[in-house]
């Protein structure tokens, strides 16, 4: 859901022609960093809604799925980057689980 949201957001509002996803370990959580051309120089905020809107709760649901754990920067070269830590369950990366 996490990826989905960063990357529908660069697409979307960013207009963004192609976009990077990294999905990389780090300890008790996984670094996920989406990564966009940033050619329209918005930073990426959570709106604030009210109960009819359609759209807008995206960045809410991000930032209570990482405990508030995301935030955006720019690459030397101006791409927008956004980055979420995910909790990893278990510990581990799910190896040894069986279904």
Do not use: C, K
Request: charged share 20%; glycine share 14%; aromatic share 8%.
């Amino acid at each position: 859901m996490i990826a989905t949201e960063l990357v529908t957001n660069a697409l979307i509002h960013a207009n963004a022609e192609w976009v990077r996803v990294h999905l990389v370990p780090e300890s008790g959580f996984w670094r996920l960093t989406v990564v966009d051309p940033g050619r329209n120089g918005l930073v990426p905020h959570p709106r604030v809604t009210s109960e009819t809107d359609e759209w807008g709760r995206g960045l809410r649901l991000v930032h209570g799925l990482t405990y508030g754990a995301w935030g955006t920067n720019a690459t030397v070269v101006g791409e927008r980057v956004v980055w979420a830590l995910v909790p990893r369950r278990g510990g581990q990366s799910g190896q040894g689980r069986r279904s």
